[in-house]
């Protein structure tokens, strides 16, 4: 079965800067996903950013950017620039396509509560 | 394109309890899921849907859990003679299969407080 870890349960960061979020997972599969999802308080999940395992080049989406380690099972998020509104949990989530024979169900990790302070 | 959209937002019941929950997503999405998520904790898989037929159902969904997709369209969970543990935020997401992003639109959720 596939776990996701997220060793950072809180983090917090001044704005305008720059944060890391860690995230580790174990699995047998070859081809997968990797996510991050971001849960503002009170306020739905949206995806923020998006790894396919079989690609080597590093997802990037405005002022988000991973680090994707296959090797090591690693899959961190860099936000850059922080802003206010970045406020929120941040969850990594792995899954597996249906072509693989998944059932593209998302595991979760716990989160990390990240605050961004003005 | 409307979003997710869950009924009702809150719930608080008594134990011993049903309730049911609506889940309406995207209309052009075939694939609808469900998860529940505990305080501190990410959400965990419950059952999913590809159009009228359901799947997959986690080993967390109890038999006093039960979920329809009739016509594949909107989704209800029920839960039967609830228990103080069914207290959580029940969400649901939707998708496109064969979409090659495999993004899942989540609905704003559903909070369930049994006393």
């Known amino acids: 079965a596939q776990t996701v870890t997220q060793s950072q349960p809180e983090m917090s960061v001044q704005e305008a800067e720059t944060v890391t979020l860690s995230c580790t997972y174990d699995t047998s599969e070859n081809n997968y996903y990797l996510f991050w999802y971001k849960q503002p308080p009170s306020r739905q999940m949206i995806l923020v950013i998006r790894?396919?395992?079989?690609?080597?080049q590093n997802a990037t989406e405005n002022r988000f950017s991973v680090n994707f380690q296959k090797a090591a099972k690693s899959f961190s998020l860099k936000i850059s620039d922080s802003q206010l509104g970045d406020t929120a949990m941040y969850f990594c989530a792995f899954m597996t396509p249906a072509t693989q024979g998944g059932s593209e169900k998302l595991v979760f990790g716990k989160g990390t509560k990240l605050t961004v302070n003005p | 394109d409307t979003g997710v959209s869950q009924n009702p937002r809150h719930k608080i019941t008594k134990r011993g309890q049903n309730v049911t929950f609506r889940c309406d997503p995207i209309?052009?999405?075939?694939?609808l899921y469900w998860y529940r998520q505990t305080l501190g904790q990410g959400p965990e898989f419950l059952t999913y849907f590809q159009n009228e037929a359901q799947l997959e159902k986690s080993r967390l969904l109890s038999d006093r859990f039960s979920a329809e997709r009739p016509k594949g369209s909107f989704s209800t969970l029920e839960i039967q003679r609830t228990e103080q543990g069914d207290s959580a935020m029940y969400l649901c997401a939707s998708s496109l299969r064969g979409k090659s992003s495999y993004e899942q639109y989540f609905g704003p959720g559903t909070r369930l407080t049994v006393t």
């Open positions: 790894q396919e395992a079989y690609k080597q």
């Open positions: 209309s052009e999405h075939n694939r």
